[in-house]
């Protein structure tokens, strides 16, 4: 088992910064990748940035040069850091880890961008 908590969520104006938590413990040593993934109402879950143990990344079009992630072995914690933020943005996002046991899923923390 794997948990996850989220934190860092917030309201920011169009064009200020985040920076998402993502703190887990458990059976982390069987953690493959980490990942962040945002829903906005009405649409489906969709992935944001992902992270794998090797340090491998890849975001969505809809964020590249935006948002970076990163990932703090020592404190068992994965970041979102996001800048530059659109009122598209809002959503709430999730943590997720991928790992053999299956996947896990924090509680999720909103995000929301006014224009």
């Known amino acids: 088992q794997v948990q996850l908590v989220e934190s860092g969520g917030g309201l920011v104006q169009a064009g200020g910064s985040l920076r998402l938590s993502c703190a887990a413990s458990g059976s982390i040593f069987g953690i493959n990748a980490m990942g962040w993934y945002r829903q906005a109402p009405g649409k489906q879950r969709e992935l944001v940035a992902r992270i794998t143990s090797a340090d491998s990344t890849n975001f969505a079009d809809a964020v590249k040069g935006r948002f970076t992630i990163s990932r703090n072995n020592a404190k068992n914690t994965v970041y979102l850091q996001m800048d530059k933020l659109k009122p598209e943005d809002t959503a709430v996002y999730y943590c997720?880890?991928?790992?053999?046991?299956?996947?896990?899923w924090g509680q999720g923390t909103q995000v929301t961008v006014s224009s």
């Open positions: 997720n880890a991928e790992h053999p046991l299956g996947g896990y």
